[in-house]
C-alpha cells in the first residue's frame, strides 16, 4: 500500500507537469488570438482552461498521496508554507511555491468576471514564474529528477514552452499584428 | 424582450471569440475587430440579439478574452 501511494504520488506530480507546460502553451496560443487547425477561438480558451484544471487536480493528488506515505510525510504546513519541509527543504519549497501560485493562478482564472480584467492579467502572468518553478521542483526534489526518462521529458518540455514563450515575444504574435502594423494589402 | 450585445471598444482587442459564435450578428472588420453586420438604429457597435442567438451571446460575453462584452435589455439604451 505505501509503496503503491508514493509511486502513484511520484507519477502524478509527473503528470501534473506535463499537463502545466501544455496549459501554458494553450495559454500563449489563447493570447495570439488564432484558432488551431479547425478548433475555433471559443474552443481554445475552454481548452486552456480545462487542461488547467486536470493539470490543478493531477497536483492534487500528487500533494494528499505524499501527504498519506509514511516516508514523505507531508503535513498542511508543508503544502502551503515553503521552505520548511524536512527533507530538502529548498526542492521541496519550490513545490510549495508553485502550488501557491497555481491556486492564486486558477481562482482569479474562475472568478475573472467578478474580479475584472485588471486584477486577472496581474495574477494570470503569475503562470510564467509558475511554470519554471514546478519544473526545478520536480528535478531537484524528485527521486526520479535527474533519472534519464525524466531529465528527457524536462528537456522536451522546457523546449516546447521555450518555444512558446520566445513565439510570444516575436513581433508578429498577433494575429492581427500585421493588419495593425499598417501591412494591409 | 429583445437584448443588445453592447461591444465596449475601450477594451475589445479584436481577438475574435464573438464573431465566431455570432456569425450571423458579427463580421470582422480588417483589423479582427467585430463589426454587426446588420445596423440596429443606424448603430453598427450594439447590435439587437434576436431569441435564436441568445445562448450564443451569453457564451460570448462569458469567454470574451477581453471582457468587453455585455447583454443589456434594449430599453436601457447603452452608450454609443
Ligand atoms: C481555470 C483556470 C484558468 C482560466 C479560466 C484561464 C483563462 C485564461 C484566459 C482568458 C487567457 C487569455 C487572456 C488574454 O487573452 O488576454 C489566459 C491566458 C494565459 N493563461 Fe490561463 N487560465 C487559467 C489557468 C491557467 C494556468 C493554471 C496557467 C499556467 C499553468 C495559465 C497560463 C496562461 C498563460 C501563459 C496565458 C497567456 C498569457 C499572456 O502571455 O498574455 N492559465 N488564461
Ligand atoms: S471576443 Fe471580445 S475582444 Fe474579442 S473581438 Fe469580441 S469583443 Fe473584442
Redesign the pocket.
Known amino acids: 500500500m505505501d509503496n503503491a501511494l508514493w509511486a502513484f504520488g511520484r507519477m502524478s506530480g509527473v503528470v501534473s507537469l506535463v499537463l502545466?507546460s501544455v496549459?501554458?502553451i494553450l495559454?500563449?496560443l489563447?493570447?495570439s488570438g488564432r484558432p488551431l487547425f479547425a478548433i475555433p477561438r471559443f474552443s481554445m480558451?475552454l481548452l486552456?482552461?480545462n487542461v488547467?484544471?486536470l493539470?490543478?487536480v493531477f497536483l492534487v493528488f500528487h500533494i494528499v498521496a505524499l501527504m498519506l506515505d509514511s516516508y514523505a510525510k507531508l503535513n498542511v504546513i508543508d503544502v502551503f508554507v515553503p521552505f520548511l519541509g524536512g527533507f530538502k527543504p529548498f526542492w521541496q519549497g519550490l513545490g510549495t511555491v508553485a502550488f501557491d501560485l497555481?491556486l492564486a493562478?486558477?481562482a482569479t482564472?474562475?472568478l475573472?468576471h467578478r474580479l475584472g480584467q485588471r486584477s486577472f492579467?496581474a495574477i494570470?502572468w503569475l503562470?510564467?514564474a509558475?511554470?519554471p518553478i514546478a519544473l526545478g521542483h520536480a528535478i531537484g526534489n524528485g527521486t526520479d529528477g535527474t533519472s534519464k526518462w525524466f531529465v528527457v521529458l524536462a528537456a522536451g518540455s522546457l523546449a516546447a514552452v521555450g518555444a512558446a514563450v520566445a513565439w510570444?515575444l516575436s513581433a508578429n504574435f498577433l494575429e492581427t499584428a500585421k493588419a495593425r502594423q499598417g501591412g494591409l494589402s | 424582450m429583445t437584448e443588445i450585445l453592447h461591444i465596449d471598444w475601450t477594451r475589445c482587442d479584436g481577438?475574435g471569440l464573438c464573431t465566431e459564435l455570432l456569425p450571423t450578428v458579427l463580421v470582422r472588420d480588417d483589423w479582427g475587430y467585430p463589426l454587426a453586420l446588420q445596423a440596429t438604429n443606424g448603430n453598427r457597435s450594439n447590435p439587437a440579439i434576436s431569441p435564436g442567438n441568445i445562448e450564443a451571446a451569453r457564451e460570448a460575453v462569458h469567454l470574451c478574452?477581453?471582457l468587453a462584452l455585455s447583454l443589456v435589455p434594449e430599453q436601457a439604451k447603452p452608450r454609443q
Open positions: 502545466f496549459a501554458v495559454g500563449i489563447n493570447r480558451t486552456h482552461r488547467s484544471l493539470a490543478t497555481v493562478v486558477v482564472g474562475l475573472r492579467r494570470h503562470s510564467y509558475m511554470w510570444r | 481577438r478574452p477581453k
